[in-house]
């Protein structure tokens, strides 16, 4: 095992990723911030100095960080923020996994102003690695013009009556083009600087050669789907986990999934468009700023250079997207595994209502409406042996090792792309209405697992993991938005083992006074 060393400065900086000055959050200058990129095994270390006016902590979205719970990287859960002027380094080793992932800011909403990049591991176990020549990261984004923190407190008022900010934009690894003359449209109209022609990422493809496409919807709220004009796409990894190659068309991928899929440049030498759309009937409004078609190129080698590219889209007229996953008949996993049998079950409710006197619309797991606790975190909180958490944090305390079964049932409208951290869950089915025990239909035979799955609009999710990592861990929707609006609860796994967690003093210390 090699250790892979990264180092990190975080700050703002205005740049204009499609023409529209705006100020935005970033990593060593980078948008999308820096690839990390490690084999099973290896050791990650990334030192991270916070020149940003706010404190800040890096989540490494779907890393298990087996018995390191505290380099988790979720602020106010596995630790307090990293305060400006100050650098906390990460590190922690990569268990046996491997695939896709990303990493982002799990500080406020900062990820949606730029604080993320693509995370991926190798492993010579994967079993298609002998089908591709290359290897190339889509990450796809919803952008909004309009820094995150405005839009948020914006949502959190009763003038947004419970709408999401809409994006104005749809970004491929950072760049799009925009018509200028909408931003007086756009639900937040910003009057900043905008260069029309901004250019979009062009990806080379020879011909003859096989690609391994990572696609990572690193957004803060649009599901896109995902196809390349005149191009199969064969699909053969979800959130880490290998599939049974599948061919198809298009695909849906909400907001934190990835998929792998293989493409043969086996095409006339030309430019074809790769399309990333929102599946806008997913919002409750429109924006009329926003075009949700968003583009790159695929160029050949020898075509000319060109963006007037004609290449036709090919899926579109028999795609009626409705918001949910891709379904258990196009994702089978390579390694077939049957969901073990549950120990411990779990019911959790998750709504949008008004019920403070303030009559603002917020999200409740249950009857809990997350937010952050100020200069703490749940996991020392545990570690303090404290059993009666602030009311604003919902924790389900699982004491024993075992199987945990989670029932989720969604009463809002709005399709909810859930993520659990520190694992890997078998997704045993989902549904429109409640599930029902014996009649709805679930799979223990070969289910699906994956790191964040989406639970239907008025429907319900069944999930199934193994409960075996002490720690705080996050579970919440992914729409930033409605993580910010309170969609969130935690795990507190195994509390005797949490005790003895060696968790470094420096990461205590960035609790500040209230430590
Ligand atoms: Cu991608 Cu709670 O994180």
């Given at each position: 095992p090699t250790t892979r060393y990264y180092d990190w400065t975080l700050s703002q900086q205005t740049i204009a990723p499609d023409g529209l000055e705006r100020p935005m959050l970033l990593v060593n200058g980078m948008f999308p911030g820096p690839l990390i990129e490690a084999n099973t095994g290896d050791r990650i270390v990334v030192k991270v100095t916070n020149n940003m006016v706010n404190g800040t902590?890096?989540?490494?979205?779907?890393?298990?960080?087996?018995?390191?719970?505290?380099?988790?990287?979720?602020?106010?859960?596995?630790q307090c923020a990293i305060p400006p002027g100050q650098s906390f380094t990460y590190n922690y080793t990569v268990p046996n996994q491997w695939g896709t992932y990303w990493w982002h800011a799990h500080a406020q909403s900062q990820y949606v102003d730029g604080?993320?990049?693509p995370l991926v591991i190798h492993s010579p176990d994967e079993p298609h690695l002998d089908e591709y020549d290359e290897d190339i990261i889509m990450m796809l984004s919803d952008y909004y013009h309009t820094d995150s923190g405005s839009l948020v407190a914006w949502y959190m008022t009763t003038e947004s009556e419970g709408v999401e900010p809409v994006p104005d934009n749809g970004l491929i690894n950072g760049r799009n083009t925009w018509d200028c003359s909408l931003d007086s449209q756009a639900m937040f109209p910003t009057g900043n600087k905008c260069t029309p022609g901004a250019p979009m990422s062009v990806f080379d493809f020879k011909s003859n050669t096989t690609y391994r496409i990572r696609v990572i919807n690193s957004g803060a709220f649009a599901d896109f789907t995902f196809s390349i004009d005149s191009h199969n796409l064969t699909l053969i990894e979800a959130d880490g986990v290998d599939m049974q190659p599948v061919v198809i068309q298009r695909f849906p991928i909400h907001v934190a999934q990835r998929y792998s899929v293989i493409v043969h440049a086996n095409?006339?030498?030309?430019?074809?468009?790769?399309?990333?759309?929102?599946?806008?009937?997913c919002f409750n409004v429109d924006n009329a700023a926003l075009n949700p078609n968003t583009f790159a190129i695929v160029r050949y080698e020898g075509a000319p250079i060109t963006e007037n590219v004609t290449s036709i889209d090919w899926s579109e007229s028999a795609w009626n997207h409705i918001c949910v996953d891709l379904t258990e008949d196009m994702l089978k996993p390579y390694y077939s595994e049957p969901a073990?049998?549950?120990?411990?079950?779990?019911?959790?409710?998750?709504?949008?209502?008004t019920i403070e006197a303030d009559q603002i619309n917020r999200g409740y797991m249950n009857s809990t409406s997350w937010v952050p606790l100020a200069n703490d975190a749940t996991v020392f909180q545990a570690q303090r042996g404290i059993s009666k958490f602030d009311a604003t944090q919902q924790i389900i305390t699982l004491n024993s090792t075992g199987v945990v079964e989670v029932l989720i049932n969604n009463y809002d409208e709005g399709s909810h792309p859930f993520h659990f951290h520190g694992h890997m869950f078998y997704v045993l089915g989902w549904g429109d209405g409640n599930y029902v025990p014996g009649k709805s239909v679930i799979n223990t035979e070969n289910p699906l697992r994956r790191d964040t799955s989406t639970i239907p609009s008025y429907g319900w999710t069944l999930i199934r993991f193994v409960n075996d990592n002490p720690g705080m861990w996050a579970f919440h929707c992914h729409i930033e938005w409605h993580m910010e609006a309170g969609l969130m609860v935690q795990f507190e796994s195994l509390p005797d083992q949490i005790k003895n967690l060696q968790i470094p003093s420096e990461m205590t210390a960035m609790c500040g006074a209230s430590k």
């Open positions: 902590a890096i989540h490494w979205h779907g890393m298990f960080q087996n018995g390191t719970n505290w380099m988790d990287g979720t602020m106010a859960i596995t604080v993320f990049g095409q006339t030498v030309d430019n074809y468009w790769v399309r990333a759309t929102m599946n806008t009937n073990p049998a549950a120990d411990t079950h779990v019911y959790i409710t998750s709504s949008f209502q």
